[in-house]
């Protein structure tokens, strides 16, 4: 068992960078993640390269008030309550 196993977490720029490091340290330590970001072929890339059971990439750009309408909807349809939430590269 991992120290993060039961534990559930969103995280925002999760496709890059400081993002793709968290996402891949839940991962690593049992974590079930929901990761977004804004760059359609990074997502794409990212969703293949992730295990489905524990990992779910969502295309979604902080900026717009609908995608994290969609977004959260996405969340609690996964996930159900989240027990942390990580904000990468937003403004970027």
């Known amino acids: 068992m991992g120290r993060f196993t039961g534990t559930r977490a969103v995280v925002t720029g999760g496709t890059h960078g400081m993002g793709l490091a ?32 524990r990992a779910r990439v969502e295309r979604s750009d902080a900026a717009s008030l609908a995608d994290v309408d969609r977004l ?21």
């Open 22 to 53: 968290i996402v891949r340290a839940l991962l690593d330590g049992g974590a079930e993640v929901v990761l977004t970001g804004r760059n359609e072929h990074r997502v794409a890339e990212e969703l293949a390269a992730l295990d489905p059971a």
């Open 72 to 92: 959260a909807a996405a969340v609690e349809q996964r996930l159900g309550t989240v027990d942390g939430g990580f904000a990468q590269g937003i403004g970027a």
